[in-house]
């Protein structure tokens, strides 16, 4: 259930229009009174002699009795209250409890006082009603509305309750402010999946991402085709700034512009430059240049970046773990933002999700997360990945580690009581999920096919180093399809040098194993990563890697006696 109280008006009459009317696309049927402040005010819809202008003046009649100067300037409250989708129908007398309940919520009419504001609620559509009163009191004193928006959000978490209603997340005021219904039906009008304030707040993320000074945050986002205005003190410092879409313009045909702060609270340039302020005051003072390499290197250091946050958000301060979640954020908009085409929609959704997730109350100690940002930047300078080869391997890597971080991320916010973050965090590791299956199938499909034609011996030899390092998670893994790409990866980490039952031992060390799907495929990646090996063996024939040598060095000999048996014979 969402109760929203809209801006406050003037016009009684002019809203009743509206609530009364068709609406703008004929979606009011039926519009009716399902309570009223005495249970007793003409109704317009269901009566034929009742009129709006009655209504108007019944529910304006106590404005009379203040003097002119002590009226409020817009007297009109207006609260929508709206079911979910899949909630039931609620009956008009379920509804009419409900707007009775919200009313005494939130100070506008309280039955055991008996002198409240006279309001009436308006029902047009199943899952929703309006409810529309006059702020002046049957008294002549004026309502106590101070945090009405809280307590009505709290009142709809006891109905949703008691109704059998979707139970929704408590809210902390940290949320991005939510599109209007305006807003909303002129992005259906022009076709858009998104408003124009929910596709500049993508927009702007995405520059913000990584950027390192204000030059570099507006080049970004002049490079996304966005219209800009920066406000300047009279001094020439810039205050702040504006967006707007090319394309979305008001009745004047003119731009619509969101100023940062409207966008989401973090987007304001006074917090934008908190980012860059700490950066220069990191514990970690080398230089922010891009690293060389291409979008395969980016992913690698990004993979080994949220590796090592994973520990920082479960063990560090509650400040520090909130720098890093929020810098989290950043990953995975550049992510998405230089993501392959069969990456790209799901790590888009992700991203999107997870911002909700990257704010809350506990104010982040930004530096210390500057590892993350750096990973961020990497990746978008270092270009849109193909999707295949080595790149589209390591953005398997990269994905795999950033669902962990983000794992640790719902545990962080579920133990601060954070219901809505962490609930977004949640939608976001779905999404990811999603995306590492499609990134990962070619690369681990190799794997797997070099695995099978391991010779038994070296096979055989994985298995011992497996049930050696991890024995309690060993028989597990061995039934696993993943396990052959592992087994695959235990050769290629021995042939190049390494310990592998260390390896495994090390790889396995950090928590979070009893949430993967596959931990073979875990496995993998963090060996893969933490031992330098190639992320993709797409293109290597058999013999290509020196794991592979003992395999040929066995059919070699089996074929030999094989023709030493045919010509005895």
């Given at each position: 259930m969402i109760p929203r109280i809209q801006k406050r008006g003037q016009r009684t009459l002019g809203l009743l229009y509206y609530l009364y009317g068709p609406g703008k696309y004929e979606e009011h049927i039926d519009p009716h009174l399902v309570a009223s402040w005495d249970n007793n005010a003409p109704d317009p819809g269901r009566d034929e002699s009742a009129t709006l202008k009655q209504l108007q003046q019944l529910l304006d009649q106590p404005l009379a009795n203040i003097d002119?100067?002590?009226?409020?300037?817009?007297?009109?409250?207006?609260?929508?209250v709206r079911n979910a989708a899949e909630d039931r129908i609620l009956s008009d007398e379920e509804w009419g409890d409900v707007a009775r309940r919200m009313v005494a919520a939130a100070g506008i009419d309280d039955p055991d006082q008996g002198a409240g504001c006279r309001w009436a609620a308006v029902r047009h559509a199943d899952d929703h009603i309006h409810i529309v009163a006059t702020l002046v009191r049957e008294d002549g004193y004026k309502p106590d509305l101070d945090h009405d928006a809280a307590r009505v959000q709290a009142q709809a978490r006891v109905l949703e309750m008691e109704l059998g209603l979707r139970r929704l997340n408590k809210g902390d005021g940290t949320a991005a402010q939510r599109p209007t219904s305006a807003e909303r039906h002129k992005a259906e009008r022009q076709g858009r999946q998104r408003t124009a304030r929910e596709e500049l707040r993508e927009t702007v993320r995405r520059a913000v991402a990584g950027a390192t000074s204000e030059e570099e945050f507006f080049e970004r986002l002049a490079a996304a085709g966005l219209l800009i205005r920066k406000r300047a003190a009279p001094s020439g410092d810039l205050l702040g700034y504006k967006v707007a879409l090319p394309d979305d313009r008001n009745a004047q045909d003119e731009p619509v512009f969101y100023p940062g702060a409207r966008l989401a609270p973090d987007l304001s340039l006074p917090r934008i430059r908190e980012r860059w302020s700490a950066d220069n005051h990191a514990p970690d003072t080398a230089p922010r240049q891009p690293a060389p390499g291409g979008p395969a290197s980016a992913r690698r250091r990004t993979a080994s970046a949220a590796w090592e946050a994973v520990l920082v958000v479960e063990h560090s301060d509650d400040a520090v773990a909130a720098a890093y979640i929020a810098a989290a954020g950043e990953v995975l908009d550049a992510l998405a933002k230089t993501s392959a085409a069969h990456t790209r929609r799901e790590l888009r959704e992700a991203a999107w999700a997870f911002e909700r997730a990257s704010r809350s109350h506990v104010r982040a100690e930004r530096g210390y997360d500057r590892a993350l940002r750096q990973a961020a930047r990497d990746l978008v300078h270092s270009g849109p990945a193909l999707g295949r080869g080595e790149d589209g391997a390591t953005t398997a890597m990269a994905i795999d580690m950033l669902f962990f971080l983000i794992t640790a991320a719902i545990h962080w916010h579920a133990k601060k009581g954070h219901a809505q973050q962490a609930a977004a965090a949640r939608q976001a590791a779905e999404h990811l999920r999603a995306a590492y299956q499609a990134a990962a199938a070619q690369p681990l499909g190799a794997l797997y096919q070099r695995g099978r034609r391991l010779n038994r011996p070296l096979r055989q030899r994985q298995t011992a180093v497996l049930r050696e390092a991890l024995p309690e998670l060993a028989e597990q893994i061995l039934t696993e399809p993943g396990w052959y790409a592992l087994a695959a990866t235990l050769a290629d980490a021995e042939s190049a040098g390494h310990d592998p039952a260390g390896l495994l031992t090390e790889a396995a060390g950090r928590r979070e194993l009893n949430s993967a799907e596959s931990v073979s495929d875990v496995l993998v990646w963090r060996l893969r990563r933490?031992?330098?090996?190639?992320?993709?063996?797409?293109?290597?024939?058999?013999?290509?890697?020196?794991?592979?040598?003992?395999?040929?060095?066995?059919?070699?000999?089996e074929q030999g006696r094989s023709g030493s048996r045919s010509r005895r014979q």
């Open positions: 002119e100067a002590e009226r409020p300037k817009k007297h009109v409250w207006h609260l929508s933490a031992a330098g090996l190639p992320a993709d063996t797409t293109d290597m024939a058999l013999g290509d890697h020196p794991a592979d040598r003992g395999t040929h060095r066995a059919k070699r000999s």
